[in-house]
């Protein structure tokens, strides 16, 4: 079953808005050249993961942009594994957050060799490596991310 979004109402300036026409459908809205999506996350497959993956930003969004993120809370999946070891043909960057310094703690293998990381923290697979991440440990709050620096995932 296929739902669309809702469309997004722009929340009012108190300025003349007869000056800045705002258009919204499906999600995505314009006023004053400023674009707004609200329809996130995306949820689309990647190779190598057990299930669709939320994308919050997609290289066809904006009339089309050279990165792709995707991830989000990770605090459920501590030992839970999201994905087996996979590649991309560009390369990705692990971006790891939690509301507190050491909070969340992953467990990274990229071409054999573990990276234990803390949040905060970044880590960058090259394009073609093959890499997957464990959560260890992840307080309320805490984000794992893959930036993906192209569109080919």
Same mark, same amino acid.
Request: aromatic content about 6%.
């Given at each position: 079953?296929?739902?669309?979004? #809702?469309?997004?109402?722009?929340?009012?300036?108190?300025?003349?808005?007869?000056?800045?026409?705002?258009? #919204?459908?499906?999600?995505?809205?314009?006023?004053?050249?400023?674009?707004?999506?609200?329809?996130?996350?995306?949820?689309?497959?990647? #190779?190598?993961?057990?299930?669709?993956?939320?994308?919050?930003?997609?290289?066809?969004? +904006?009339?089309?942009?050279?990165?792709?993120? #995707? *991830?989000?809370?990770?605090?459920?999946?501590? *030992?839970?594994?999201?994905?087996?070891?996979?590649? %991309?043909?560009?390369?990705?960057?692990?971006?790891?957050?939690?509301?507190?310094?050491?909070?969340?703690?992953?467990?990274?293998?990229v071409d054999g060799e573990r990276h234990e990381l803390t949040s905060p923290a970044l880590l960058r697979?090259?394009?073609?490596?093959? %890499?997957? +991440?464990?959560?260890?440990?992840?307080?309320? *709050?805490?984000?794992?991310?893959?930036?993906?620096?192209?569109?080919?995932?």
């Amino acid at each position: 079953m296929t739902t669309e979004p #809702a469309t997004t109402e722009l929340p009012s300036t108190g300025e003349d808005s007869s000056a800045a026409p705002a258009s #919204a459908e499906g999600g995505r809205a314009v006023a004053n050249g400023a674009e707004i999506r609200t329809d996130i996350p995306q949820f689309l497959p990647v #190779a190598g993961h057990h299930a669709p993956a939320p994308f919050y930003l997609t290289a066809d969004m +904006f009339g089309g942009v050279p990165v792709e993120l #995707a *991830g989000g809370p990770i605090t459920h999946l501590v *030992g839970k594994p999201v994905a087996d070891p996979h590649r %991309h043909a560009v390369d990705e960057i692990y971006f790891l957050v939690s509301p507190n310094s050491g909070g969340a703690r992953i467990d990274v293998l990229v071409d054999g060799e573990r990276h234990e990381l803390t949040s905060p923290a970044l880590l960058r697979v090259p394009a073609g490596a093959e %890499h997957r +991440f464990l959560t260890l440990e992840a307080e309320p *709050g805490s984000y794992c991310f893959g930036l993906l620096l192209g569109s080919e995932r």
